[in-house]
């Protein structure tokens, strides 16, 4: 919680001259959310997201803002399936659910049809919340476990996010469209990827 803390408070210092700007603008999203298989989680499952985002015209082609992504995903770790326990079998289902924070700057791009895209790179960190079970207490004689233990493991990392978005406008305010986007880690390899839709607001 405290990593938390942390970031909101530095993310609000960042916008703090931006809700005193023209076209300030508010999003939320919510879609589907994948690990990267080869990023150490065993038989991922496609798990689900939601975003909040607020961002500002920094110049016609131009918006600044930052982003909030919260995910919850779960994985199965077939590799501690056959381990002895005296009693019953060790679970093998675990859940991580991350906190992503970015700043993110975004290159408006002009479609056709009415359509407005949006294409954008950031910097953030991300923090996440493994959690799982481990044997414990192992009998020698036996030749096995005695008991599971649930560990809840916390990694706070920097990521970079890059993000599309196309968009069509609902009135003079509202615009409806959909986003997708990949958060890399600080070797730039790929750890998880999302699509979904996403309704926004200028004020």
Known sequence: MTYKTIVLFVLMLVLGSALHAQELEARLGLGSFSLNR?????????????????????????????????????????????????????????????????????????????????????????????????????????????????VEQYQVGLIFPGQIAVRKSLGERWHLGLQAGVFLDQRFRMRSSFWGPELSYRF
């Open 38 to 150: 080869d990023y150490g989680y065993e038989r991922p499952a496609v798990g689900w997201y939601v975003s909040l985002g607020l961002s500002y015209d920094y110049t016609p082609e131009w918006t600044m803002g930052t982003e909030f992504n919260r995910s919850f995903n779960v994985y199965f770790r077939e590799s501690m399936a056959d381990t002895p326990l005296l009693i019953g079998n060790l679970p093998t289902r675990a859940a991580v659910n991350s906190d992503h924070f970015s700043f993110v700057l975004t290159r408006k791009i002009p479609f056709p049809l009415g359509l407005k895209g949006q294409i954008g790179l950031g910097m953030g960190l991300a923090i996440d919340e493994n959690r799982f079970y481990q044997p414990i207490l192992f009998d020698e004689e036996q030749g096995a476990y005695r008991g599971v233990n649930l």
